[in-house]
T-cell receptor, first 113, second 110 residues
Framework: DTEVTQTPKHLVMGMTNKKSLKCEQH?????MYWYKQKAKKPPELMFV???????INESVPSRFSPECPNSSLLNLHLHALQPEDSALYLC????????????FGQGTRLTVV | RKEVEQDPGPFNVPEGATVAFNCTYS??????FFWYRQDCRKEPKLLMS???SGNEDGRFTAQLNRASQYISLLIRDSKLSDSATYLC???????????FGSGTRLQVQP
Protein backbone atom coordinates (compact mmCIF):
# COMPACT_ATOMS: atom_id res chain seq x y z
CA ASP A 1 0.00 0.00 0.00
CA THR A 2 1.60 3.28 -1.13
CA GLU A 3 -1.25 5.52 -0.06
CA VAL A 4 -0.93 8.99 1.36
CA THR A 5 -4.30 10.50 2.27
CA GLN A 6 -4.93 14.23 2.36
CA THR A 7 -7.99 16.09 3.58
CA PRO A 8 -9.79 18.14 2.53
CA LYS A 9 -9.49 17.77 -1.24
CA HIS A 10 -10.71 21.32 -1.81
CA LEU A 11 -10.75 24.32 0.53
CA VAL A 12 -11.93 27.87 0.07
CA MET A 13 -11.02 30.25 2.88
CA GLY A 14 -11.10 33.95 3.57
CA MET A 15 -8.01 35.92 4.46
CA THR A 16 -9.05 36.12 8.13
CA ASN A 17 -9.84 32.43 8.49
CA LYS A 18 -7.87 29.72 10.27
CA LYS A 19 -7.90 26.28 8.70
CA SER A 20 -5.81 23.11 8.74
CA LEU A 21 -4.74 20.66 6.07
CA LYS A 22 -4.26 17.06 7.14
CA CYS A 23 -2.08 14.26 5.79
CA GLU A 24 -1.88 10.63 6.86
CA GLN A 25 0.25 7.65 5.84
CA HIS A 26 0.46 4.13 7.22
CA UNK A 27 3.52 2.89 5.37
CA UNK A 28 5.86 3.34 8.33
CA UNK A 29 7.62 6.17 6.53
CA UNK A 30 9.71 8.39 8.78
CA UNK A 31 10.06 11.42 6.49
CA MET A 32 7.10 13.58 5.53
CA TYR A 33 6.96 16.68 3.37
CA TRP A 34 4.77 19.60 2.41
CA TYR A 35 5.06 20.93 -1.12
CA LYS A 36 3.23 23.82 -2.79
CA GLN A 37 2.40 23.72 -6.50
CA LYS A 38 1.12 26.62 -8.59
CA ALA A 39 -0.44 26.06 -12.01
CA LYS A 40 2.00 24.97 -14.71
CA LYS A 41 4.89 24.95 -12.22
CA PRO A 42 6.66 22.07 -10.50
CA PRO A 43 6.11 21.32 -6.80
CA GLU A 44 8.16 23.54 -4.48
CA LEU A 45 9.37 22.26 -1.13
CA MET A 46 7.96 23.97 1.98
CA PHE A 47 8.79 21.76 4.98
CA VAL A 48 10.54 18.48 5.77
CA UNK A 49 9.85 16.39 8.86
CA UNK A 50 12.26 13.61 9.70
CA UNK A 51 11.42 11.27 12.56
CA UNK A 52 8.67 13.67 13.65
CA UNK A 53 11.03 16.63 13.94
CA UNK A 54 11.05 19.63 11.62
CA UNK A 55 14.33 19.43 9.75
CA ILE A 56 13.84 21.85 6.90
CA ASN A 57 11.79 25.06 6.59
CA GLU A 58 12.27 26.62 3.16
CA SER A 59 11.81 30.18 4.46
CA VAL A 60 8.07 29.72 4.44
CA PRO A 61 6.03 32.66 5.86
CA SER A 62 4.79 32.15 9.41
CA ARG A 63 1.19 32.17 8.26
CA PHE A 64 1.92 28.53 7.37
CA SER A 65 2.58 26.43 10.48
CA PRO A 66 3.39 22.72 10.17
CA GLU A 67 2.81 20.14 12.87
CA CYS A 68 3.68 16.45 13.12
CA PRO A 69 1.62 14.93 15.97
CA ASN A 70 2.99 11.42 15.35
CA SER A 71 4.84 9.40 12.75
CA SER A 72 1.70 8.87 10.64
CA LEU A 73 0.23 12.35 10.65
CA LEU A 74 1.26 15.70 9.29
CA ASN A 75 -0.77 18.89 9.52
CA LEU A 76 -0.40 22.31 7.96
CA HIS A 77 -2.12 25.10 9.88
CA LEU A 78 -3.14 28.13 7.86
CA HIS A 79 -3.83 31.61 9.20
CA ALA A 80 -4.22 35.03 7.57
CA LEU A 81 -3.39 33.77 4.10
CA GLN A 82 -3.19 35.92 1.01
CA PRO A 83 -4.83 35.30 -2.38
CA GLU A 84 -1.40 34.50 -3.84
CA ASP A 85 -1.23 31.51 -1.47
CA SER A 86 -3.91 29.82 -3.57
CA ALA A 87 -2.31 26.63 -4.91
CA LEU A 88 -2.28 22.83 -4.72
CA TYR A 89 -0.73 21.73 -1.44
CA LEU A 90 0.85 18.30 -1.65
CA CYS A 91 1.90 16.05 1.18
CA UNK A 92 4.46 13.32 0.55
CA UNK A 93 6.22 10.65 2.57
CA UNK A 94 9.30 8.49 2.13
CA UNK A 95 11.03 5.75 4.09
CA UNK A 96 13.68 8.10 5.35
CA UNK A 97 15.50 11.27 4.43
CA UNK A 98 18.39 9.56 2.65
CA UNK A 99 17.12 9.51 -0.90
CA UNK A 100 14.30 7.01 -1.15
CA UNK A 101 11.42 7.71 -3.49
CA UNK A 102 8.51 9.72 -2.12
CA UNK A 103 4.81 9.05 -2.48
CA PHE A 104 2.35 11.89 -2.78
CA GLY A 105 -1.17 12.42 -1.58
CA GLN A 106 -3.84 13.72 -3.95
CA GLY A 107 -3.34 17.22 -2.63
CA THR A 108 -5.57 19.94 -1.25
CA ARG A 109 -6.60 22.56 -3.77
CA LEU A 110 -6.70 25.78 -1.75
CA THR A 111 -8.36 28.99 -2.83
CA VAL A 112 -7.93 32.11 -0.69
CA VAL A 113 -10.58 34.76 -1.27
CA ARG B 1 21.51 27.87 -12.91
CA LYS B 2 18.48 25.75 -11.96
CA GLU B 3 19.17 22.62 -9.91
CA VAL B 4 17.25 20.42 -12.33
CA GLU B 5 16.63 21.49 -15.92
CA GLN B 6 14.25 20.00 -18.45
CA ASP B 7 12.94 20.99 -21.86
CA PRO B 8 9.34 22.09 -21.12
CA GLY B 9 8.05 20.86 -24.48
CA PRO B 10 5.33 20.25 -25.42
CA PHE B 11 6.24 17.13 -27.31
CA ASN B 12 3.41 16.24 -29.68
CA VAL B 13 3.87 12.71 -31.04
CA PRO B 14 1.64 10.19 -32.83
CA GLU B 15 0.60 6.93 -31.21
CA GLY B 16 3.29 4.29 -31.55
CA ALA B 17 6.13 6.79 -31.69
CA THR B 18 9.26 6.64 -29.58
CA VAL B 19 10.00 9.77 -27.59
CA ALA B 20 12.96 10.72 -25.40
CA PHE B 21 13.18 13.26 -22.60
CA ASN B 22 16.39 14.65 -21.17
CA CYS B 23 17.26 16.32 -17.94
CA THR B 24 20.41 17.79 -16.39
CA TYR B 25 21.18 18.40 -12.73
CA SER B 26 23.67 20.77 -11.16
CA UNK B 27 24.71 19.07 -7.91
CA UNK B 28 27.34 16.43 -8.60
CA UNK B 29 26.83 15.03 -5.08
CA UNK B 30 23.24 13.99 -5.86
CA UNK B 31 22.63 10.31 -5.19
CA UNK B 32 19.06 9.46 -6.11
CA PHE B 33 17.16 10.17 -9.28
CA PHE B 34 13.60 9.57 -10.39
CA TRP B 35 11.04 10.18 -13.09
CA TYR B 36 7.57 11.13 -11.92
CA ARG B 37 4.47 11.51 -14.04
CA GLN B 38 1.81 14.12 -13.33
CA ASP B 39 -1.59 14.26 -14.98
CA CYS B 40 -3.49 17.54 -15.15
CA ARG B 41 -4.71 18.61 -11.69
CA LYS B 42 -3.45 15.40 -10.10
CA GLU B 43 -0.55 14.56 -7.82
CA PRO B 44 2.88 13.44 -9.10
CA LYS B 45 3.21 9.67 -9.27
CA LEU B 46 6.46 7.76 -9.28
CA LEU B 47 7.16 6.33 -12.72
CA MET B 48 10.57 4.84 -12.05
CA SER B 49 13.84 5.27 -10.22
CA UNK B 50 16.95 5.86 -12.33
CA UNK B 51 20.16 3.91 -11.90
CA UNK B 52 23.60 4.24 -13.48
CA SER B 53 23.25 0.82 -15.02
CA GLY B 54 20.03 1.88 -16.72
CA ASN B 55 16.70 0.33 -15.99
CA GLU B 56 13.70 -0.69 -17.98
CA ASP B 57 10.06 -1.13 -17.08
CA GLY B 58 8.00 -2.30 -20.03
CA ARG B 59 7.97 0.48 -22.62
CA PHE B 60 9.95 2.84 -20.39
CA THR B 61 13.73 3.00 -20.14
CA ALA B 62 15.63 5.36 -17.85
CA GLN B 63 19.33 6.11 -17.94
CA LEU B 64 21.71 8.07 -15.73
CA ASN B 65 25.07 9.50 -16.80
CA ARG B 66 26.82 10.72 -13.67
CA ALA B 67 29.83 12.11 -15.52
CA SER B 68 27.62 14.40 -17.60
CA GLN B 69 25.01 14.89 -14.82
CA TYR B 70 22.36 13.85 -17.30
CA ILE B 71 19.21 11.75 -16.95
CA SER B 72 17.03 10.43 -19.74
CA LEU B 73 13.67 8.73 -20.19
CA LEU B 74 12.72 6.83 -23.33
CA ILE B 75 9.13 5.87 -24.04
CA ARG B 76 8.56 3.33 -26.81
CA ASP B 77 5.29 2.61 -28.62
CA SER B 78 3.56 5.68 -27.15
CA LYS B 79 -0.05 5.30 -26.04
CA LEU B 80 -2.71 8.00 -25.73
CA SER B 81 -2.66 7.32 -21.99
CA ASP B 82 1.01 8.39 -21.84
CA SER B 83 -0.08 12.00 -22.32
CA ALA B 84 1.03 13.80 -19.16
CA THR B 85 3.80 15.95 -17.72
CA TYR B 86 7.00 14.06 -16.95
CA LEU B 87 9.01 15.42 -14.04
CA CYS B 88 12.71 14.78 -13.63
CA UNK B 89 13.42 14.58 -9.90
CA UNK B 90 16.68 14.60 -7.97
CA UNK B 91 17.17 13.99 -4.28
CA UNK B 92 18.79 17.11 -2.78
CA UNK B 93 21.27 15.84 -0.20
CA UNK B 94 21.45 19.26 1.46
CA UNK B 95 17.75 19.74 2.02
CA UNK B 96 17.10 15.99 2.19
CA UNK B 97 14.10 16.26 -0.07
CA UNK B 98 13.15 15.84 -3.70
CA UNK B 99 13.88 18.70 -6.11
CA PHE B 100 11.75 18.81 -9.24
CA GLY B 101 12.55 19.90 -12.74
CA SER B 102 9.96 22.09 -14.42
CA GLY B 103 8.50 19.10 -16.26
CA THR B 104 8.14 18.12 -19.90
CA ARG B 105 4.64 17.99 -21.35
CA LEU B 106 3.88 15.03 -23.64
CA GLN B 107 0.81 14.90 -25.84
CA VAL B 108 0.27 11.64 -27.73
CA GLN B 109 -2.10 12.07 -30.64
CA PRO B 110 -4.25 9.47 -32.42
Amino acid sequence: DTEVTQTPKHLVMGMTNKKSLKCEQHMGHRAMYWYKQKAKKPPELMFVYSYEKLSINESVPSRFSPECPNSSLLNLHLHALQPEDSALYLCASSQGDRGAEAFFGQGTRLTVV
Amino acid sequence: RKEVEQDPGPFNVPEGATVAFNCTYSNSASQSFFWYRQDCRKEPKLLMSVYSSGNEDGRFTAQLNRASQYISLLIRDSKLSDSATYLCVVFDTGRRALTFGSGTRLQVQP
